[in-house]
C-alpha cells in the first residue's frame, strides 16, 4: 500500500484535471475501474461540475530574476484551481497572494479555491517574513477551461440487492494520510474481498473528488441508491499512528454503529466514538436528509484533528505501511462483522435443547458456570436469544464476544437444526 501511495503522491491531483486521470489509470492497472465522465457545467443538484484545471509550471521570481518558488518542486505550493497570471509586482501586492499559517511556520499550508476565480501560492510564513521588498514577477501557466470531471468505480457482485459502499477520494495533490491512505487502502480492500467466497453484500468502492465528484456521483445514482445501499464508511487519514477514531453515521442506533461500537469496546476504544455532525468529508453528502445513508467515517487519526493535516508534513513519513495493514485489517473486521451479523430462530424454542443428544455438550457433568468452556457458553447464549429478534450483534454486545467467534457457533447450531436464520431483505 505504501508503494503505490508513493508512486500517486507527487501527482498534482484536484477536483477535476489530469492529476485525476492518471490517479485513476494507475487504480485501474491494480483493480478494474469503470471511470463515469461529467462535463464543465453540468448541473448536479444545487451545483454546477467546473471547468477543469491544469496547470504546466507556477513560478515566482525574486527581485534578482532568480526563480523562489518552483510548483514542481511541490505541488501544494500553487493554490489549487489558480488562473493563469504573468504579472510584475512589488512585494505588498505579491503578499496579497500569498497564503501562510502562522501558527506552523515552517510548513506549506494546503489552500483551493475552486469556484472563484483567483491566484495565489502557499507558502511557509518564516520563509514569506524573509524576503526582500522589490519588483517580483509570478508566472503562472495553468488553464482553465471547458472539460470534465471523473471519477471511478470498483464493483464486486455478489448477487445481492444490497451493496456496501467504500467511499475514497482522489483530489488532494501531494498528502498522503489525508486522501490518499483510503484509496490505497480501498485498493487493497477489493482485492481481499474480491477473494472471499459466500458473502451477503455486493461492494462498491467510489474514487471521486470530495464533495462535488461524490454529488455527481449520487446525483447519477440518485433514483436507485438509497434503496440499493446497506451501509458504507469513508476511507480517508487510515495511515498514520494514531488511535483508530470513528465517526457514526447520522442514524444513532444503525447497524454498522452498532457493530463499530461493538468491536470498538473489545479493542478499548469506547472513547474513540463520535456522533455525527455535518461537517467533514463525503459523508456531509451521504447523510444529506434527502439519502440519510447509514455511512459513518472510520479513520485513525481525524482529519483536522492530527497539526500535519493539510500541509506539506502530511507527506510519505506520516504514513506507515504497518498503519495502513492495522487500518486495513480493521476495515475487514468490521466488513466480515456485518456480513456475519442476523437474526435466528430456535426450530423448537421450549427449555434448552439437551445438548448431549447432538454432541454439543461435554460428557461429564457438574461444575458451575464458570466451568463452562467458552464454545459452550457461547451456544448457550445463541440458543437463548434466537427468538427471532435480537441479532448477532446484540448477543455480542451483551455477552461479551465476538460476532465471528458467535456467527460460527451459530453456523452449528443450524447445521444441527437447532436454529434457523431469519431471512427478511
Ligand atoms: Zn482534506
Redesign the pocket.
Known amino acids: 500500500m505504501h508503494d503505490l501511495l508513493t508512486e500517486l503522491f507527487p501527482y498534482n491531483r484536484s477536483i477535476t484535471g489530469d492529476g485525476v486521470r492518471k490517479t485513476l489509470s494507475r487504480i485501474g492497472q491494480e483493480i478494474p475501474i469503470l471511470e463515469t465522465r461529467v462535463k464543465s457545467g453540468t448541473e448536479v443538484f444545487d451545483w454546477t461540475v467546473p471547468l477543469e484545471w491544469n496547470v504546466k509550471s507556477a513560478k515566482i521570481y525574486g527581485p534578482d530574476g532568480s526563480t523562489i518558488v518552483d510548483f514542481d518542486h511541490n505541488n501544494l505550493l500553487l493554490m489549487s484551481y489558480s488562473i493563469a497570471v504573468d504579472e510584475f509586482m512589488p512585494l505588498e501586492r505579491l503578499k496579497e497572494h500569498i497564503i501562510s499559517d502562522q501558527t506552523r511556520p515552517d510548513s506549506i499550508p494546503y489552500s483551493t479555491s475552486y469556484y472563484k476565480d483567483a491566484w495565489a501560492f502557499c507558502l511557509p510564513f518564516s520563509f514569506v517574513e524573509k524576503l526582500p521588498e522589490g519588483e517580483y514577477r509570478v508566472v503562472i501557466d495553468s488553464t482553465k477551461e471547458q472539460g470534465e470531471l471523473i471519477y471511478g468505480e470498483a464493483y464486486i457482485d455478489n448477487q445481492s440487492n444490497k451493496t456496501v459502499l467504500i467511499s475514497s477520494y482522489i483530489c488532494?495533490p501531494s498528502m498522503a494520510n489525508?486522501?490518499l491512505s483510503g484509496v490505497v487502502l480501498a485498493v487493497e480492500l477489493f482485492k481481499e474481498i474480491s477473494r472471499l467466497k459466500n458473502l451477503k453484500y455486493n461492494y462498491r468502492f467510489l474514487f471521486a473528488p470530495e464533495t462535488i465528484g461524490t454529488i455527481c456521483f449520487l446525483h447519477k445514482n440518485r433514483k436507485t441508491i438509497k434503496q440499493s445501499v446497506e451501509y458504507g464508511l469513508v476511507a480517508t487519514c487510515v495511515g498514520d499512528a494514531g488511535q483508530f477514531t470513528y465517526k457514526k453515521s447520522r442514524t444513532p442506533n444503525s447497524d454498522i454503529n452498532r457493530i463499530i461500537e461493538h468491536i470498538f469496546v473489545q479493542k478499548g476504544l469506547n472513547d474513540r466514538i463520535r456522533n455525527f455532525s455535518p461537517l467533514g468529508s463525503d459523508e456531509r453528502q451521504y447523510c444529506s436528509p434527502g439519502f440519510n445513508l447509514d455511512v459513518g467515517v472510520l479513520t485513525k487519526s481525524t482529519?483536522g484533528q492530527f497539526p500535519e493535516y493539510?500541509t506539506n508534513e502530511d507527506n510519505l513519513d506520516f504514513v506507515s505501511e504497518a498503519s495502513l495493514r492495522e487500518s486495513l485489517n480493521m476495515y475487514t473486521q468490521v466488513l466480515l462483522s456485518y456480513e456475519a451479523n442476523c437474526r435466528y430462530a430456535r426450530i423448537q424454542p421450549y427449555c434448552e435443547p439437551q445438548l448431549g443428544k447432538y454432541h454439543l455438550y461435554r460428557t461429564t457433568g457438574g461444575g458451575g458456570e464458570d466451568n463452562l468452556d467458552t464454545i459452550l457458553q457461547q451456544r448457550m447464549w445463541v440458543l437463548n436469544y434466537a427468538d427471532g429478534e435480537t441479532d448477532l450483534i446484540k448477543v455480542a454486545t451483551l455477552s461479551g464476544f465476538d460476532i465471528l467467534d458467535l456467527k460460527s457457533v451459530a453456523d452449528e447450531l443450524s447445521r444441527k437444526n437447532l436454529i434457523e436464520e431469519i431471512k427478511y431483505d
Request: glycine share 0%; aromatic share 20%.
Open positions: 488532494h489525508d486522501s482529519y493539510h
